[in-house]
Each structure stands twice: as C-alpha cells, then as structure tokens.
C-alpha cells in the first residue's frame, strides 16, 4: 500500500501547486507568489482512518471539525 499512497500524495501535492499558480495568476500576483511561501519541500500528512457509523454522542471518532491548512484535498 506504500506505493500508491506515495504516488498519491505526490499526484496530491502537484494538483496544489497547479492550483496555488492559478490563484496567484488569477489575483495577478507573480506565478510562484504562493508556491514560494511553503518552500522546496511542504509539509504534509496523509491519515487513513476509518471510524465505523455509530450513534454513540460520546467517546472515539471524527467529529465535525475545520483543518488549518492552506489546502486540504
């Protein structure tokens, strides 16, 4: 599973490149304004969690929540 995960998250961080150029072209900002912000290498993660549907009000899960993140895709 390495593998495709690799090749997802790198598949992942050009998509948010490509994106970040086009909102600085699209704000008629320079082309690397945003992409320079995050330097050569960003700091990402990928988590692969799975919580089973329950109707239970209290204890583990993902509760509705916002990422502080420039992206999240």
């Given at each position: 599973m390495q593998g495709a995960v690799s090749e997802f998250m790198a598949g992942m961080l050009n998509m948010s490149r490509y994106l970040l150029t086009g909102f600085a072209v699209g704000l008629g900002l320079p082309r690397d304004f945003f992409i320079d912000s995050f330097g050569p290498e960003?700091?990402?993660?990928?988590?692969?969690?799975?919580?089973p549907e329950t109707q239970q009000k209290e204890g583990w899960g993902v509760a509705p929540h916002t990422d502080k993140r420039c992206l999240f895709l």
């Open positions: 960003p700091i990402y993660s990928f988590r692969s969690l799975r919580y």
